[in-house]
């Protein structure tokens, strides 16, 4: 059982090391700027006793992602972990510029080197899951599915994954996104399928169904740069098996519904997915009786194109959207604030306390 699972039957309180996989050479300091492993060495031989807090923020209003991830890391590899007292907010909650999310109370030499481990890691899961937020909230009750696999580095895919989710994401591309939350990716088919049935979207999607006749079934209808043509003839083919078209069009390329309906043009940038292409499908399907074929648009999309889209009530079913989400705008700072129990920070911060901290276990 994962251990998400057992954390929303209230059997755990957070996520652990068993979830994360941590480097183990975070515990060598590999990962830590050279600068904190040679304060430590230092507060070892000349301050051993001091106690210190240390307190992180940031300055954006934002959705919090990561603590369970910091609070494993510095569990598995703060020295003497249990001795240290810390507080901490939820992964997913809404946060305010300078609110304290995090504090640790301890020995420095115990943690201080993990700082900025524990900075990037808050960093990076706050950006995803603000973003994946933002656009959410910008399609209103329509899914958003991640497909952020081809914009970052494999590696990422699991925590990011777990952000999106954190963020309101509903589906995401890959098996990796989904390991730290649920089951499996979804998705259908790429280009490359249609490439090798010769460009024909109705033989990929007979062989797409046979093979996978449980799945829902979606058709991507822009290789032929033709979408209106061919998501009517997967749709005459397929009739109530079809669940869905895909809109992927080229922000450099103009779809033939256009070089036949010229008349059209003059008011609006006809590149790439656009409003009045998704309006001409959507009335090309109703007039056919295909009502319930939902229509999936991807292809550069962000806050500000959702936006867009909704405000002009254009009938798209589903966005899924890529790199816009991946974008790292939120960083995070640790600073030490007390010092043996007395006030003691750089000019400029001081210990803010918040009473929404819990305390961990």
């Known amino acids: 059982m994962k251990e998400i699972e057992l954390k929303l039957q209230g059997k755990i309180k957070r996520l652990t090391n068993r979830t994360f996989k941590f480097d183990e050479r975070v515990k060598e300091g590999w990962f830590s700027a050279v600068y904190f492993l040679k304060t430590r060495e230092i507060v070892r031989d000349y301050k ?17 992602c990561g603590t369970d991830e910091v609070i494993a890391l510095i569990k598995t590899f703060a020295d003497d972990p249990d001795a240290l007292e810390i507080f901490s907010l939820k992964d997913g909650d809404k946060i305010s510029p300078f609110e304290t999310v995090l504090t ?25 899951s603000t973003n994946v937020y933002n656009v959410v909230k910008a399609a209103g009750q329509k899914p958003v599915i991640f497909m952020g696999d081809r914009d970052d580095h494999f590696t990422q895919q699991a925590g990011d994954g777990y952000a999106a989710h954190i963020g309101g994401s509903t589906a995401q591309a890959t098996h990796a996104m989904n390991e730290w939350w649920g089951k499996k990716g979804m998705g259908t088919m790429p280009h490359a399928l249609i490439q090798l049935f010769n460009g024909d979207v109705v033989e990929a999607s007979k062989a797409y169904h046979e093979k996978f006749p ?31 078209v895909r809109i992927d069009t080229s922000r450099t390329m103009i779809d033939q519904h256009f070089i036949r309906n010229q008349d059209v043009l003059g008011t609006f940038d006809p590149r790439g997915v656009n409003a009045p292409l998704v309006f001409a499908l959507r009335e090309a399907l109703d007039k056919e009786g295909f009502q319930h074929v939902k229509i999936v648009v991807s292809g550069g999309f ?60």
Do not use: C
Request: proline share 3%.
């Open 48 to 64: 051993p006793d001091n106690i210190v807090t240390m307190q992180f923020f940031q300055k954006e209003h934002a959705v919090l």
């Open 104 to 128: 640790i109370t301890g020995p420095y030499q115990n943690f201080g080197f993990l700082e900025g481990v524990i900075d990037g890691i808050l960093a990076r899961r706050t950006s995803v």
């Open 214 to 244: 449980e799945d829902d079934l979606l058709v991507l209808v822009d290789y032929n740069n033709d979408v209106i043509t061919d998501a009517l003839k997967v749709a005459r083919v397929f009739g109530d098996k079809l669940k869905g």
């Open 302 to 361: 962000n806050q500000q194109r959702i936006m867009e889209f909704e405000e002009q009530q254009v009938p798209v079913d589903i966005y899924g959207i890529g790199g816009s989400l991946l974008k790292i705008n939120i960083g995070f700072t640790g600073d030490n604030v007390m010092l043996n129990g007395e006030p003691q920070a750089k000019s400029g911060r001081k210990y803010r306390f918040n009473e929404r901290l819990e305390k961990v276990d």
